[in-house]
């Protein structure tokens, strides 16, 4: 009797924790402090917006904050593979950092929502990219947007300064194939790192090459750094931004000196002057109101960037539970397959349509051409 009574009490404990694991276990890693928490922090104070049950699952969201660091992020992916066994990730929160875990993420076949910039996350598409789907816009769409105004507003030159990492290598190879497109000479190439206070050497070097316009590919507040320099040092050609600085602090850290910008963003800085007719408008809003009654503050397109993802998981997940239980490399490689085959879903910034060969999924309802005018973001018209 009284073993039975031992094997009953196993049996319940057993049950208690296979209940436990049924919840559907999300890892979050952003940089909420560092060089890049001006992207983090809007995408960490997002997770308490995504959904917390999904098909009658618990949805439980293991953050954490990588300090900007891509050696941090390697091992908080650890921890969160070998510890929590999670079934998915969302984040990292730059590209850098992205790349840096793509091999352990796919050796754990973790299917990951990445809100990066660099297309380098998804293409060339691979063994190991096939675990990654991004919830920005691709590069190119970005800057065929950009290249195209340069062409249509006489421009026949460019000088390009992008960050010495993934984010502005990757824009720099980008750039050319748009460059050529559009028949634009890159008069200037330069880099500088993400943390430095001084771009002065290289605003020197694009300056004395006189481009009629000067394209900076930096994520955050790094990217007002080249702008404010050459306007310091009199340059007056046009200034051209990627999505990297489609943010509100961009405008607050450059003041006048950003005035003018042209960059290709999100409708998310400009949801009322954007058409009724692009799907992604009512789901900015939804977010962006959300986001204010919770924090007092307009959100970081950024933040849509995680907002996204949690529409994703909403969409893919209860056909993945189908296949596989919460915790399980089945329901893994099941939510992976699902995302895949995302169709038509509206999220706050574009149109999710993805293949197996294009794990973003954007056309080009994802991106907006932009402007600032006095200390606003505004379509161009």
């Known amino acids: 009797m009284q073993l039975r009574s031992k094997l009953l009490a196993l049996a319940a404990g057993l049950a208690f924790a296979a209940s436990a694991q049924a919840d559907i276990k999300i890892g979050v890693i952003s940089s909420a402090t560092g060089p890049v928490s001006l992207i983090g922090i809007p995408q960490k104070n997002t997770v308490a917006l995504m959904p917390t049950e999904i098909a009658g699952e618990k949805v439980e969201y293991i953050t954490f904050d990588d300090a900007s660091d891509p050696s941090n992020t390697v091992t908080l992916i650890k921890k969160l593979i070998s510890e929590e066994n999670i079934d998915a990730l969302v984040g990292p929160s730059s590209s850098p950092n992205a ?48 290249f195209k105004h340069m062409k249509e507003t006489g421009k026949k030159t460019v000088g390009f300064i992008g960050t010495g990492d993934t984010f502005g290598e990757t824009w720099y190879k980008v750039a050319q194939d748009y460059a050529k497109k559009y028949g634009i000479e890159i008069v200037a190439n330069e880099r500088f790192k993400r943390p430095d206070t001084s771009v002065t050497g290289q605003a020197l070097k694009v300056l004395s090459a006189k481009p009629d316009a000067v394209l900076i590919a930096a994520p955050g507040g790094p990217a007002v750094l080249p702008q404010a320099t050459l306007t310091d040092m009199g340059y007056k050609g046009t200034f051209y931004q990627t999505h990297g600085a489609a943010l509100k602090e961009f405008i607050k850290l450059g003041g006048k000196k950003v005035e003018g910008t042209i960059l290709g963003g999100s409708l998310m800085l400009a949801p009322e002057d954007a058409p009724d007719s692009n799907p992604a408008k009512k789901v900015a809003l939804e977010y962006i109101n959300a986001y204010k009654d919770k924090y007092g503050e307009v959100p970081a397109t950024f933040g849509g960037n995680m907002y996204d993802a949690g529409l994703l998981l909403e969409r893919a997940v209860p056909a993945a539970l189908k296949k596989g239980e919460p915790g399980s490399e089945a329901f893994r490689v099941a939510l992976r397959d699902e995302l895949e085959k995302v169709k038509d879903l509206a999220g706050t910034q574009g149109v999710y349509n993805m293949t197996p060969e294009d794990h973003s999924g954007f056309d080009e309802r994802g991106v907006e051409l932009l402007t600032i005018e006095n200390g606003e973001f505004q379509l161009v018209k």
């Open 99 to 146: 790349m840096a875990v793509l091999d352990f993420i796919a050796e754990a076949k973790v299917p990951t929502l990445a809100p990066v910039g660099t297309i380098a996350i998804v293409l060339p598409m691979d063994d190991k990219r096939r675990w990654v789907f991004k919830t920005t816009q691709n590069d190119g769409l970005v800057a065929d947007k950009l």
